[in-house]
């Protein structure tokens, strides 16, 4: 068990900010060590709530879950080995916890209605400073109590002897940090103190230096310089020879993360992560930056820095591929009262585009003070620099247009000039592009009114008008009514032989109304052929049928499968529509179809609710669906999402209600989108997915169900703005559902609010 617990512990050294969160540290996230490792992050909701996740200890499965404890709001965290700890948000009071759920009895009753500014959690130890978290009072004195593990993973507490001399009791401390069998702390004074009955192996000599950071292991110690970042190490003889304590030399730091056999740093300059000893660097992520940090044994988590997300990765290859944090936002760092200084920025909530944040923090005199960064990563350039709100700006070296950033982008100024020539050309040959479009549509228009006048004459003839100049044909298909202009007239024999004698091998598909199958016209084009069954025949008659052709040709749209033409030859009722080539939203979420990532998922549903709108609202009489799912949601040539089988219109019952009936189940197709999972399930419990998803969203949770199939974006609040909308769609009261139009608009700011205009801006940049 001892190698599990050979971690290293954090300490921030003369510093007003913790920035190093690790084993026996404190932070916005923290990591618990031992067998039943888990982690533990403040979210960035503003209310301070405390997300757990980690492998489940009530399944045999080996993969990671959210733990549902019931953890009250924090300030700070901090994980020991089986346990965390940290300070209520409102008391100031300890409280620690472990996986199997417990909690106050964790802190032993003679210091549960203390007040502490600082806790630290070690092997079987914590420790805190006396004082409340948001004084302007930031040392105290010391309590210590012991954490130790009883039976069947459960833990109990008592006051400690070990952590206690007469020495420490007198001493004021800013700043204290925890690792196995010690604990360290920088004295208001000056100067580092540590204690505990393994403190004497450290060997720490007489330092003179300023430290930002200090880091612990079992026998050693590393610290970050703070005027230079550097940082040094040093421990008893057995780590000597050891490439542990080898860091990167020449690269400065803000941050540090310790693990069972490697160290990892937040780099001061880009933010990136930097790792040393035995990890795997190949898993290490090389597109984000990060501001928090923290390890267990052999998984480490960070906050990325541009959105707030949780990434996880195994520090060395031996570990699985992957691991699976939540996806809510959390908090950069420690809420603390006063402004930041010098090297730092007060974290803008503005910034995550959520309008009712105003704060990550419970009160809004606090402010998250993180470290400025200077450069950024391989293939950015920073258009902007730090100031008091804001971190700098990184930017794709693609847009790099002066000479501010073409050292920093490796540009040298021919190499910008063949750039920017490059780009004219491809502007040149789009606009080019569009003029000769231009013209080739105006050509194609005139051709086409040239012989309007003639096919008029054809249809005079087949409606039994006498054209003595005409030629005595029978076509395969004519224009008529009920749909002028916009349906052919189909006979029975072409569309027999478009779909090889309606043989099984072309079925699409088949639901109430018939079947569909696959056809191939003569003049070349691949359709659609619904062929009604004899139940849909004997329930509708002809002035029915003509009825409904009336009202599916007047429905012309982008995202509806419109109607092309019809067939109604010795009792058969044929409907020709548009073939959709990439089949149907069902079948790729869950028929195993090629996946969906997730901006297309996006516009697959706002495209799908501008359908359902186009029936909604600009029909008259107005189109309900009824029939809302994901089946019923086609996919074109072009990925666009278009609306099928709202045919066969029934004029029974209230229209209203019915539309309110179609919102509720496109919430369902929302909530499908979002999580990849059935509308309903046997498999899963519960198997009804708004019965499942639906208290995950109120509770805050949203991103417990997204869909873990498809890789995360970097921006992931468009996800939980969807889950919103979905939840708000299927309330069981129908007036407290949004109308289509709503949720289409809704939709539409997700997209273009978030995605499209930022690549449209970049876009033009790039180009001019």
Known sequence: ?????????????????????????????????????????????????????????????STSSVFAIDVPPMAALSGGAGFMCGILVNTSYAYCWDSMGSSSDLVPQVYQSSSYSHISSGRDHVCAIRGSYYSDSDSGSIDCWDIVETSNNRFSSKQSALYYNQE????????????????????????????????????????????????????????????????????????????????????????????????????????????????????????????????????????????????????????????????????????????????????????????????????????ICSPCGFNCSNGFFPSSSCT?????????????????????????????????????????????????????????????????????????????????????????????????????????????DATNGFKEFNELGRGSYGFVYRAVLPDGRQVAVKRANAATIIHTNSREFEMELEILCSVRHSNVVNLLGYCSEMGERLLVYELMSHGTLHDHLHGGFSPLNWPLRLRIAMQAAKGLEFLHTEINPPIAHRDVKSSNILLDSDWGARISD???????????LDMRDDVYNFGIVLLEILSGRKANDRDCSPSNIVEWAVPLIKQGKAAAIIDRCVGLPRVVVPLLKLAEIAEVAVRENPCERPSMAEVATFLEQIILGEFYFLAALSATVYLF
């Open 168 to 367: 420490i009791s007198s001493l004021s401390f800013k700043k204290i940090v925890s690792g196995e069998g010690f604990t360290c702390g920088s004295l208001e004074d000056g100067g580092i103190k540590c204690w505990g009955p393994t403190s004497s192996n450290l060997i720490v000599p007489d330092v003179q230096d300023k430290f930002l950071t200090l880091a612990s292991g079992k026998s050693s110690l590393c610290g970050v310089v703070e005027s230079s970042g550097e940082i040094k190490c040093w421990g008893d003889s057995s780590f000597s020879n050891s490439s542990i304590l080898d860091p990167p030399i020449g690269t400065s730091f803000v941050s540090l993360a310790i693990g069972a056999q490697h160290f990892c740093g937040i780099r001061e300059d880009n933010h990136a992560i930097e790792c040393w000893g035995k990890v795997n660097s190949s898993s290490i992520p090389k597109d984000s930056g990060f501001l928090s940090i923290a390890s267990s044994d052999s998984i480490m988590c960070g906050i990325r820095e541009d959105d707030l997300v949780l990434d996880c990765w195994f520090a060395n290859a031996s570990s699985p591929s992957n691991i699976d944090p939540p996806l809510q936002l959390c908090s950069p760092g420690l809420c603390t009262p006063g402004s930041c200084g010098p090297g730092n920025f007060a974290f803008n909530a503005s910034l995550l585009h959520e309008p009712d944040l105003t704060s990550l923090c419970v009160r809004k005199d606090l402010n």
């Open 388 to 496: 008091q709100n804001a971190d700098r700006v990184c930017t794709s070296c693609s847009l790099c247009q002066n000479s501010s950033c073409w050292e920093i982008c490796n540009l040298k100024p021919h190499q910008h000039q063949d750039h920017r020539l490059h780009q004219l050309r491809k502007l040149i040959i789009i606009i080019g592009s569009s003029i000769f479009g231009s013209l080739l549509i105006s050509i194609l228009l005139c051709i086409l009114l040239r012989f309007l006048p003639q096919k008029g004459k054809q249809k005079k003839q087949f409606s039994g008008e006498k054209e003595s100049d005409a030629p005595d044909i029978t076509p395969s298909s004519v224009s008529v009514a009920p749909c002028p202009g916009l349906a052919q007239v189909f006979r029975l024999s072409e569309l027999k």
């Open 1 to 61: 068990m001892n190698n599990l617990y050979n971690t290293l512990s954090l300490l921030l050294f003369l510093s007003s900010f913790s920035f190093a969160y690790g084993f026996g540290s404190m932070g916005p996230i923290s990591a618990v060590f031992g067998q039943n490792d888990f982690f533990c992050a403040i979210d960035a909701s503003g209310k301070q709530e405390v997300i757990c996740w980690g492998k489940n200890t009530s399944s045999s499965s």
């Open 646 to 656: 709202f045919g066969l219109l029934r004029n029974d019952g209230d229209v209203i």
